[in-house]
């Protein structure tokens, strides 16, 4: 019965409680409880079905008169229902868009697994007249924080490299995405190996570490691993491992990454002319990260 109230408006419940309830009556006294209690239900399963098929069918006839009478409209305003129709898609269009790029823009760097408590440093500059803040720092902050501030679990510093040539067997080719990077630097942020040995080239001044698309590029179907690319002309770095292509939403980009203790050597073709690179307090030209 609380079903049928349920479904049913007041007047047809009160209409077909009472049949079935009279029915039920002379069937328990007929055939027993259980058999009364099988057909009860029954019946109100056939009647449950029969009400959610009613409800389709006339949900469906009502969406059907609702199209014809938007068409007739359409067919009668055709100039009122063009500005509106096409105001409605314009405002989706429009709301869309911006949905994208800020699902996009909250994306960048969310494939680190430590991307919470990754942080960039970040400087101010005091002249006498303004202020600027820039995101480069001295070399020697990374190590200084690491070992000065408790809180401060890891740090590395990453610095872009200029393009550069870089060489193998008849394959030359002019890239901007060379970074130089400390030895952390794989183990705070996710750029997985895919082959090779991260340990092999933390400490190795002539390794180097490429992405997969890099390893196409120059080695096509072969094995890169202790292959030699030559930077510049100059200095010859073995394939120590393979990293997976850089996610499109990183906010590195990078497809060779070199030692930054190797940079001591190549501070001419980075544009660095100050010494040393390594624990310097004077020079601004470093990002770091911790």
């Known amino acids: ?36 209690k099988v057909w009860l239900w029954l019946q109100i399963t056939k009647l449950c079905l029969g009400i959610i098929r009613m409800s389709i069918i006339w949900r469906y006839i009502m969406i059907k008169n609702y199209f014809k009478i938007a068409l007739r409209i359409i067919r009668q305003h055709k100039e009122y229902s063009l500005i509106n129709i096409a105001g409605l898609a314009l405002g989706i269009a429009c709301c869309l868009l911006i949905l994208f790029w800020v699902q996009d823009e909250l994306s960048f760097d969310r494939f680190n697994k430590n991307a919470d408590h990754l942080y960039r440093i970040v400087e101010d500059l005091n002249f006498e007249e303004q202020t600027l803040h820039i995101a480069r720092s001295p070399s020697a902050l990374a190590p200084a924080l690491l070992e000065e501030i408790p809180e401060v679990v890891d740090s ?16 030359n080719f002019y890239e901007k995405g060379i970074a130089f990077v400390s030895p952390s630097f794989l183990n ?59 996610p ?14 190797a940079l001591e050597n190549m501070r001419e073709d980075v544009g660095i002319r100050w010494r040393p690179v390594m624990g310097n307090w004077g020079i601004n030209f470093y990002f770091t990260y911790i």
């Open 248 to 261: 499109r939403n990183s906010h590195l980009k990078f497809d060779f990454l070199l030692p930054f203790a």
């Open 1 to 36: 019965m609380r079903i049928l109230r349920f479904l049913l408006s007041q007047d047809y419940y009160l209409e077909k409680s009472g049949d079935l309830e009279e029915a039920y009556a002379d069937l328990l006294e007929e055939s027993g409880p259980f058999r009364a």
């Open 188 to 246: 705070m942020f996710t750029f997985p190996l895919v082959k090779g040995s991260q340990d092999s080239s933390q400490e190795d001044l002539s390794s180097i570490l490429i992405t997969e698309d890099a390893a196409e590029k120059y080695f096509s179907r072969e094995d890169p691993i202790n292959k030699t690319l030559r930077i510049n002309n100059k200095q010859d770095f073995i394939v120590r491992g393979v990293l997976e292509n850089v």
């Open 156 to 171: 590395t510093i990453y610095l872009p490299a200029p393009s550069m040539l870089i060489t193998h067997n008849d394959k």
